[in-house]
């Protein structure tokens, strides 16, 4: 009996829902770099606003990989969003050169549920408009964006869906800007750690009844008497006191989540 011979499949046949799905197991600099230019199918696979992979897109190791230089970083951010309208997480953590008008072009991801802007200093209250507009956003890392006021935290509060806040090393952030935050009603973790708060911040930050996680790392402003306002956060399993030198044991009795 004659062997048969094994059918030949071509990657180009595939639909683009299968191709995509392949294609979320590539390397980010690859999927940027390199795929889209093998052919039309699989540009055009990639950017399915329906099936495109869902990816993760770290910036910091694309720019090493793809040597973006910092004076493209703008052009290449608005191709990006041209080609990848379906990323749903971005992290631009620590790309220094990120300012307000990257943001611009940042803005039209508008499927995004996850945007890490850790270590970017050059990001003001401007910036934070934009990001308002990412209205699918449930996480937001703005850690060490020094820049940031409380005025920039009036267009966080328009992102109603935010489970997940990091203001860590928001060195301008006061309790007047944790008016703003409290009306996050989803939000279950929230970082505040290094800033400037008080016990009248924490205040509002009882409001945030779904808080699990409350990172109060080296607030050296508040006292055993804002801790009684934690008491309403029935939910909390976490609460970082670290170097908050003004908490005593009575205070840390007053957090059901502290008590041994």
């Avoid at 699990?212 to 399993?237: A, E, M, N, S």
Wanted: glycine fraction near 6%; aromatic fraction near 6%.
């Amino acid at each position: 009996m004659p062997q048969q011979t094994p059918a030949c499949v071509c990657l180009g046949d595939f639909p683009n829902e299968i191709l995509s799905l392949i294609f979320s197991h590539v390397d980010t600099a690859t999927l940027l770099g390199a795929v889209p230019n093998v052919c039309r199918g699989w540009r055009a696979a990639c950017g399915d606003d329906v099936y495109g992979p869902k990816v993760r897109l770290e910036l910091r190791s694309v720019q090493q990989v793809l040597r973006i230089r910092h004076e493209c970083l703008g052009l290449w951010i608005a191709a990006m969003v041209r080609r990848f309208a379906w990323v749903i997480v971005l992290d631009l953590g620590y790309c220094n050169k990120i300012t307000d008008t990257e943001l611009v072009h940042v803005s039209q991801l508008t499927q995004l549920t996850c945007l890490d802007l850790i270590g970017n200093f050059e990001i003001t209250d401007m910036g934070l408009g934009y990001v308002a507009q990412l209205k699918k956003l449930t996480i937001l890392n703005l850690d060490d964006c020094n820049k940031i006021t409380d005025t920039g935290l009036v267009h966080i509060a328009q992102l109603t869906q935010l489970t997940n806040l990091n203001l860590r090393f928001c060195s301008q952030i006061t309790d007047t800007g944790l008016e703003y935050v409290a009306q996050l009603k989803q939000l279950t973790s929230l970082d505040l750690g290094h800033s400037k708060i008080t016990d009248t911040g924490l205040e509002h930050v009882a409001q945030l009844t779904q808080l699990t996680t409350l990172d109060l790392f080296r607030c050296g402003y508040i006292t055993d008497t804002g801790l009684k306002h934690l008491v309403l956060l029935t939910q909390l399993t976490f609460l970082n006191l670290y170097l908050c030198d003004n908490i005593t044991d009575t205070g840390r009795a007053l957090v059901p989540c502290l008590r041994s």
